[in-house]
Nanobody
Framework: QVQFVESGGALVQPGGSLRLSCAASGFTFSNYVMSWYRQAPGKERELVASITSTAGRTNYADSVKGRFTISRDNAKNTLSLQMNSLKPEDTAVYYC????????????WGQGTQVTVSS
């Protein structure tokens, strides 16, 4: 069973920092691009950041570039997102994801972790 377990979300003040973690299992972690997505209330899920399987390349949404850093530890099957200079607009449920196919379906989303940026 493919599983993504996100953690680290919290209530934080604007300008603060958080580090999110994702423990992945049920697939060969090191073979896949890993991504962080987020979904704010009433909005579509959006891609925040991605990292290639060997960590050679990273990509970020313009809204988080320079503030967020995605990383991975293939030895531990974990994905991280360091979030600095947080803004209220960053408030969302954050999910990690890999395009793992099981039959004709992609793996299901995890439950995500809630990040709330507010005074």
């Amino acid at each position: 069973q493919v599983q993504f377990v996100e953690s680290g979300g919290a209530l934080v003040q604007p300008g603060g920092s958080l580090r999110l973690s994702c423990a992945a299992s049920g697939f060969t972690f090191s073979n896949y691009v890993m991504s962080w997505y987020r979904q704010a209330p009433g909005k579509e899920r959006e891609l925040v950041a991605s990292i290639t399987s060997t960590a050679g390349r990273t990509n970020y949404a313009d809204s988080v570039k320079g503030r967020f850093t995605i990383s991975r530890d293939n030895a531990k099957n974990t994905l991280s997102l360091q979030m600095n200079s947080l803004k209220p607009e960053d408030t969302a449920v954050y999910y990690c994801f890999a395009p793992v196919l099981r039959g004709i379906h992609f793996a299901s989303w995890g439950q995500g972790t809630q990040v709330t940026v507010s005074s």
